[in-house]
């Protein structure tokens, strides 16, 4: 068939297939960009969340606070029991853990009714143990129930990762009076679950924590700052498969299949020829209403919204195509370049949708 059509027929086929793989390219290429690039600023983040003395962009560095002085060291150890609930839509997770105190000197300190969970509200504070020994040793061990506040990052769901974070603060004493030692016995049960993650870790640190008021405490100048040391309990987690991609995603799948095979129709049988890509296209728009609603609304672009916005370009393209191609079948009565402008289109399209939609979970998935 190829040999049937003239030269600028041949040309327009080989503009038309080279635009396609330069479109396609692009698109991919910002994709990739976008989320392996938000995969490696998410990972530094972690990274710097989870250490004692570097700052995440966008913090203020905490002051230092001094090596010496008339404060209290409190040993400090958490335990975390299970997750209630866990709601990236909602921007939040719930959790049940133990939190233990344990220091020397005046048992009236009382760390168990002084601390704070750090952007969370405590639904449930229940002291279940407390001792104090004859060589000064205090200890007091808590239960606790809180709904933490969690910003997550979006842009990879639901091939993402996370950092779930308990951050613990003496809400009355800053550094100068108490400061926080992690525990090394700092743990999770090994019967913690969360629906559709893998745990990867878990960490604890104590690093500094300034807020840039005095809180109006008429015992200090305008503008003072106070530091409190921090204690913070960090548990990775990682999307275990990608199931859930796949069963999100199947109707618009689906329907790209359906928009494809809309090629192997007559140009002569317009109704089923536009019809299948037309219901397609609502279909993969009804498709994305219902992945959104499942997101917090961010105003970020993410892997899904690519791998969206991928499938309607697709059944837009094929659309274009198949206008073309039923001009020059109908009108112009010319079969042969009919033909080719299907055929070159329904291979094109397939090779580089799928090539796509195998490197952008893969890239993600194994970054």
């Not at 003072?224 to 999307?239: A, D, H, K, N």
């Not at 997101?295 to 206008?323: M, N, R």
């Amino acid at each position: 068939m190829w040999d049937t059509l003239s030269k600028e027929r041949r040309r327009f086929i080989t503009l038309w297939v080279g635009g396609l793989v330069l479109v396609y390219a692009v698109i991919t290429g910002v994709a990739l960009r976008v989320v392996v690039g938000e995969k490696m600023a998410s990972d530094q983040n972690h990274a710097l969340r989870m250490s004692a003395d570097r700052v995440e962009p966008g913090l203020t560095a905490p002051d230092p606070l001094p090596a010496t002085g008339d404060y209290v060291p409190v040993t400090i150890g958490l335990y975390l029991d299970a997750i209630d609930l866990f709601s990236i839509r909602d921007s939040l997770w719930s959790g049940t853990f133990r939190v233990w105190f344990r220091w020397k000197g005046d048992r009236a300190l009382d760390p168990a009714k002084s601390f704070q969970v750090v952007g969370a509200r405590i639904d449930k504070r229940e002291v279940v143990d407390q001792f104090s020994d004859d060589d000064g040793t205090n200890y007091q061990s808590v239960r606790v129930t809180a709904r933490i506040t969690k910003l997550f990052n979006t842009t990879r769901v639901p091939l993402d990762d996370h950092l779930l974070t308990i951050a613990i603060e003496d809400g009355a004493r800053d550094g100068t009076r108490l400061r926080y030692v992690a525990d090394p016995d700092t743990n999770m049960s090994s019967r913690l679950h969360v629906a559709g993650y893998d745990i990867t870790g878990v960490r604890s640190v104590v690093k500094n924590h300034t807020y840039k008021t005095s809180y109006g405490d008429p015992r200090v100048s305008p503008g003072t700052r106070r530091t409190f040391t921090e204690f913070v309990f960090g548990l990775s987690i990682r999307r275990t498969s990608l199931g859930l991609y796949c069963r999100l995603l199947i109707g618009l799948f689906a329907g790209i299949s359906l928009t494809l095979c809309s090629f192997f129709i007559r140009p002569a049988d317009t109704s089923p020829r536009f019809s299948l890509p037309t219901a397609s296209y609502f279909g993969a728009v009804a498709n994305s209403y219902l992945v959104s609603s499942m997101l917090p609304s961010t105003g970020q672009f993410g892997l899904i919204d690519y791998v969206t916005g991928l499938g309607l370009f697709t059944i837009f393209t094929c659309l274009s195509a198949s206008l073309v191609s039923g001009y020059y079948y109908l009108v112009k009565k010319d079969e042969a370049f009919s033909k080719a402008i299907d055929r070159s289109t329904r291979t094109t399209v397939c090779i580089l949708y799928v090539i796509a939609n195998v490197i952008l979970p893969l890239s993600v998935f194994r970054a």
